[in-house]
Each structure stands twice: as C-alpha cells, then as structure tokens.
C-alpha cells in the first residue's frame, strides 16, 4: 500500500488516442498503466469462444467474475486464464461484443471491483469511458479526450492494418458510431466528461503535443 497513489483518469471515445497517450505519459511519470477497454474485450472474448449469448446477463456475469485477468506492465500484453489473448481481442467481433459485455451492470461491477485493486500499490494512469466519473470520481487528474469521429476512424483502420487486417473506412467509421452510441447511451456507467475533467481534443494534434498537453494538466493538478 503506497500513501497516496495518483491517479490520473483519461476517458473518451474509441480512437482518440487515449492508449498511445496513457502508455506514453505512464512510461514519462513512472507510473503504472492500465487499459481498461481490454478488461471489457476479454471477458467479451471469453463469452464469444464458449457460446454464451451477450445478452445472458447473469452467465455474462459469472464469466466476470471468474475471469483471471493479468495485464502485463512491461510487454502491454494481455492474458486470459494465464493465455496471451493480446491479439486476439483486437478483432472487430471483440470491438463489438466487447460494447455489448461492458453493458452489463453486474460485469462492470466485477470489473471496477478488479480495476479499483490497481491504485492500492502503484501510482496509475488509467485509461476507459467510466474512470472520472465511477471508477475513480476522487481522481486528481481526468482528462476528456476527444478527436473528430473522421480521425478516429482513421485511426482504427490504421490499427487494424497494422494487426494484419483490411478494412474500409466507411465501414470502420459506421462501426465506431454504433459502438460510441452504445457507450453513451448504455444506462449503466455511459461514457461521459466529468464535471471536474479537462477536455482535449487531440484531432489536428501530433502524439508528442498531445502527450505534452496531458504532461501539463498532471503537472497543474499535483502540484498543489
Ligand atoms: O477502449 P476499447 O475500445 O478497447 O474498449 C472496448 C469496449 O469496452 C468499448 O466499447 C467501451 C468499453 N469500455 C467501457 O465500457 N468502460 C471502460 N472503462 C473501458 C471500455
């Protein structure tokens, strides 16, 4: 148990940059980093291999709660039950049952409960859509971070070309917004700006500046 770990807390939509940021600023301040999108996607990934329909909530549930799930600080990689599932929750199946999954009030529950874990030994900067505002509201840092849904898109094609796969772009945008609307809308823990966050929109922004930006507000918020 550290004294007092921060936190610092980025949401916002998919394809916002907030992992390549979350990863980059962890790395700079010697914190810890934690995706919290890849909690979601593999319990999502877990339900789709065993055939567990996405709306058997109270089997969505069970798979919450019995999921090892170990996130690795140093490589990023992702495993499941002690297996690398690090590319295999990537898919644009995972990308939507994991929306879905993460619409279950008992599935967040299990999976606050394993995020909230994180800052009782490290200093954190933890990424997702519910981290100012329910996972940790006392955070001292939250920033919003935002990019025009064009250049999000773009930037999940471009992901996906680097993991091997093709797609178009009209069909990654479409996807995005029906996923974004799912996370906004859902009743439970909807993706939404803090009151007490700082919105970034990171759309015409290089990495470094937006990595620079973030560095600023963590400055402003610890330093008093
Ligand atoms: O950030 P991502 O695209 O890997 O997240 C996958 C899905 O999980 C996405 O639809 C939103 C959801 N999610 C969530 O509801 N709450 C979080 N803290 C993180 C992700």
New binding site residues.
């Given amino acids: 148990m550290i004294r007092n770990p921060i936190v610092v807390a980025i949401d916002g939509p ?1 394809g916002a940059g ?2 390549t940021i979350a990863r980059k600023v962890a790395a700079r301040l010697g914190f810890l980093y934690v ?7 593999t319990v999502a990934l877990w339900a789709l291999r065993n055939g567990t329909e996405l709306d058997d909530w109270h089997r969505l549930e069970q798979l919450a709660l019995a999921a090892d799930i170990r996130l690795e600080a140093e490589s990023g990689r992702v495993f499941l039950n002690g297996e690398d599932v690090s590319e295999a929750i990537r898919t644009e199946l995972v ?1 939507d049952a ?2 879905r999954v ?1 619409a279950v009030p008992a599935v ?1 529950r299990a ?1 606050v409960a394993k995020q909230k874990v994180f800052a009782e030994t490290s200093s954190i900067v933890m ?5 100012g505002t329910v ?1 940790f509201p006392e955070a001292r840092v939250k920033i919003f971070m935002d990019a025009d849904p064009t250049v999000r898109a773009q930037r999940r094609q471009q992901q996906l070309v680097e993991n091997g796969r093709s797609a178009a772009l009209h069909e990654v945008e479409g996807e995005m917004r029906r ?1 974004d609307t ?2 906004r809308e859902r009743a439970e ?1 909807p ?1 939404l700006q803090a009151p007490d966050a700082e919105y970034l929109d990171a759309s015409g922004m290089a990495i470094e500046e937006v990595e620079e930006a973030v560095l600023k507000i963590v400055r402003e918020r610890t330093s008093h």
């Fill in positions: 998919a907030k992992s995706d919290t999108g890849a909690m979601y996607r990308s994991a929306s993460a967040r999976m990424e997702g859509r519910d981290i996972v996923r799912r996370d823990a993706l």
